[in-house]
């Protein structure tokens, strides 16, 4: 199995950048369909943005679309999440997740991921 490990979250003001990173251990990420979520708090966690296995197809949640981008590097095995533009509704927690099965696709949900990080902070102040 996969153990994940966010970092590069902080404190930012509006319209600046952040990169967050997903480091995966005990298996290469490119294994599996890789996801981003956000919880702010009080409300549910929420799909953000997911690429498919071996670094292929990337999603993103409308509310994010053209400003993040998701990517990753197999040498690092690392997963990232560059944040452009960023929005006070951008605050949240934000986790990495991974999907462990042979398929690859458009995964949404949060039940569809079966491996979780700690999490890391993101606030954008206005």
């Known amino acids: 199995q996969v153990q994940l490990v966010e970092s590069g979250g902080g404190l930012v003001q509006a319209g600046g950048s952040l990169r967050l990173s997903c480091a995966a251990s005990g298996r290469a990420f490119s294994a599996y369909n890789m996801g981003w979520f956000r919880q702010a708090p009080g409300k549910e966690r929420e799909f953000v943005a997911a690429?498919?296995?071996?670094?292929?197809?990337?999603y993103y949640a409308d509310s994010v679309k053209g400003r993040f981008t998701i990517s990753g590097d197999n040498t690092k095995n690392t997963v990232y999440l560059q944040m452009n533009t960023l929005k006070p509704e951008d605050t949240a927690v934000y986790y990495c997740?991974?999907?462990?099965?042979?398929?690859?696709?458009?995964?949404?949900?949060?039940?569809?991921?079966?491996?979780w990080g700690q999490g890391t902070q993101v606030t954008v102040s206005s």
């Open positions: 690429m498919g296995r071996s670094g292929g197809s990337t």
């Open positions: 997740a991974a999907r462990g099965d042979r398929s690859s696709g458009y995964y949404p949900s949060v039940s569809s991921y079966d491996y």
